[in-house]
């Protein structure tokens, strides 16, 4: 996000992407971890985030 409208757009400004909730909807809330080992398939470290904290 911009700190306020009065940002200067000059040549080198590849794009503006104006923010709206219909196109970007906020992010769901976080929910607790139920230890279905589906973000350590995702993670690229290769890290086993549900040995983490157990």
């Known amino acids: 996000r911009l700190p306020s409208e009065q940002v200067g757009i000059i040549k080198a400004t590849n794009c503006i992407i ?12 976080a929910l607790p971890c139920i ?14 985030p ?4 157990w």
Do not use: G, N
Not at 18 to 29: C, E, G, N, Q
């Open 50 to 53: 549900q040995e983490l904290y």
């Open 35 to 48: 230890r279905c080992t589906r973000c350590a398939e995702a993670c690229p470290a290769e890290l086993q």
């Open 18 to 29: 104006a923010m709206s909730d219909v196109l970007f909807p906020p992010a769901p809330p």
